[in-house]
């Protein structure tokens, strides 16, 4: 991997935000990486290059066959979103490298006393000896995608380094909004990527390859409650978040990600955002059968539905 295209582009900041797909890319700063990424891409010859209006960037590689070659190569494609997950933390990354990693505990942040722990995270102990990139504790690192987005941008420059590297046309995608949705890969023009078969490269494990994947869904479950003073609310106020609580609790606690692996599905309460007067429950869906994807998102509204009648009476309605 080159070191050099990991800092360059996690200093990127490129997250992304969900909004329904209103504004395709959702953030401003993921058009920086496209424009990045293509004027690398032009520099390593690439043709067919094209950036769409939803700031997907789609390129060709062109064969390198044996002079002669007569039979048939599959047209190949590698696809990497550009985004970074949004998080309560800087949006700024500053990368560093932890050089022949010890194996022990690995200090991002002196200064602040920000301490990754060997014992929290003991999938440290297959990287011993090895050097890691790492952020200084301030934001997240980015690795999910701009590890993968430098890998495959390493491999190009490989194949058009080294003419003994033979192989048919190769494609790349590079899409917005992955975390919020596969926003971006739902906007590839495949006639732009007109390929045989692609991997999709996201930050996996060293030697991961990933076959197939689950049904994915969001619910987003409103409460509206009554505001009142405190001096005044006794028998008025009905507090939001506290009816959240009420309604998350209805979930079964053993079908959460925690509890579940392998292909079990699962409901998962990503998030609560709350105030006086509303709170906002989101949940994700996972299952890798499709009867059992669309039978938990009949759970959830069957849920909706028996937490109003119960406590229709406390003035608030779930919508």
Same mark, same amino acid.
């Given at each position: 991997?080159?070191?050099?295209?990991?800092?360059?582009?996690?200093?990127?900041?490129?997250?992304?935000?969900?909004?329904?797909?209103?504004?395709?890319?959702?953030?401003?700063?993921?058009?920086?990486?496209?424009?990045?990424?293509?004027?690398?891409? +032009?520099?390593?010859?690439?043709?067919?290059?094209?950036?769409?209006?939803?700031?997907?960037?789609?390129?060709?590689?062109?064969?390198?066959?044996?002079?002669?070659? &007569?039979?048939?190569?599959?047209?190949?494609?590698? &696809?990497?979103?550009?985004?970074?997950?949004?998080?309560?933390?800087?949006?700024?990354?500053?990368?560093?490298?932890?050089?022949?990693?010890?194996?022990?505990?690995?200090?991002?942040?002196?200064?602040?006393?920000?301490?990754?722990?060997?014992?929290?995270?003991?999938?440290?102990?297959?990287?011993?000896?090895?050097?890691? #990139?790492?952020?200084?504790?301030?934001?997240?690192?980015?690795?999910?995608?701009?590890?993968?987005?430098?890998?495959?941008?390493?491999?190009?420059?490989?194949?058009?380094?080294?003419?003994?590297?033979?192989?048919?046309?190769?494609?790349?995608?590079?899409?917005?909004?992955?975390?919020?949705?596969?926003?971006?890969?739902?906007?590839?023009?495949?006639?732009?990527?007109?390929?045989?078969?692609?991997?999709? #490269?996201?930050?996996?494990?060293?030697?991961?390859?990933?076959?197939?994947?689950?049904?994915?869904?969001?619910?987003?479950?409103?409460?509206?409650?009554?505001?009142?003073?405190?001096?005044?609310?006794?028998?008025?106020?009905?507090?939001?978040?506290?009816?959240?609580?009420?309604?998350?609790?209805?979930?079964?606690? +053993?079908?959460?990600?925690?509890?579940?692996?392998?292909?079990?599905?699962?409901?998962? &309460?990503?998030?609560?955002?709350?105030?006086?007067?509303?709170?906002?429950?989101?949940?994700? #869906?996972?299952?890798?059968?499709?009867?059992?994807?669309?039978?938990?998102?009949?759970?959830?509204?069957?849920?909706?539905?028996?937490?109003?009648?119960?406590?229709?009476?406390?003035?608030?309605?779930?919508?």
């Amino acid at each position: 991997m080159n070191w050099w295209n990991v800092f360059k582009y996690a200093q990127v900041p490129s997250r992304s935000k969900g909004n329904g797909g209103k504004q395709i890319p959702s953030t401003e700063s993921q058009w920086d990486m496209i424009h990045l990424l293509r004027e690398e891409c +032009e520099e390593l010859g690439l043709t067919d290059l094209h950036v769409s209006s939803k700031a997907v960037l789609t390129g060709r590689l062109p064969a390198h066959l044996p002079d002669g070659f &007569c039979g048939t190569v599959p047209v190949i494609g590698f &696809c990497a979103h550009v985004d970074t997950v949004d998080v309560s933390l800087s949006p700024e990354v500053h990368p560093q490298i932890i050089r022949n990693y010890d194996g022990g505990d690995i200090i991002l942040n002196e200064a602040l006393g920000i301490i990754m722990k060997r014992t929290e995270h003991p999938e440290l102990a297959r990287y011993e000896g090895q050097d890691i #990139i790492v952020s200084d504790g301030t934001s997240v690192l980015g690795a999910d995608n701009k590890s993968a987005i430098a890998n495959i941008m390493t491999a190009l420059n490989t194949l058009i380094k080294e003419p003994s590297r033979y192989h048919g046309d190769i494609y790349v995608a590079f899409v917005p909004d992955e975390e919020v949705g596969l926003i971006g890969a739902k906007n590839i023009d495949y006639k732009k990527f007109p390929v045989d078969f692609a991997y999709t #490269i996201d930050s996996c494990e060293l030697g991961e390859f990933v076959y197939e994947t689950f049904n994915a869904g969001t619910a987003t479950v409103t409460i509206h409650g009554v505001s009142a003073h405190p001096m005044s609310a006794k028998g008025v106020l009905v507090n939001p978040t506290l009816l959240a609580v009420d309604f998350i609790n209805m979930f079964n606690r +053993e079908e959460t990600p925690e509890c579940t692996e392998g292909k079990e599905g699962y409901i998962w &309460c990503k998030g609560v955002q709350s105030n006086q007067s509303t709170a906002i429950v989101t949940l994700n #869906i996972r299952d890798h059968d499709k009867v059992k994807y669309e039978a938990k998102k009949e759970l959830i509204e069957k849920i909706r539905q028996n937490f109003n009648s119960n406590i229709l009476e406390q003035r608030f309605l779930v919508k």
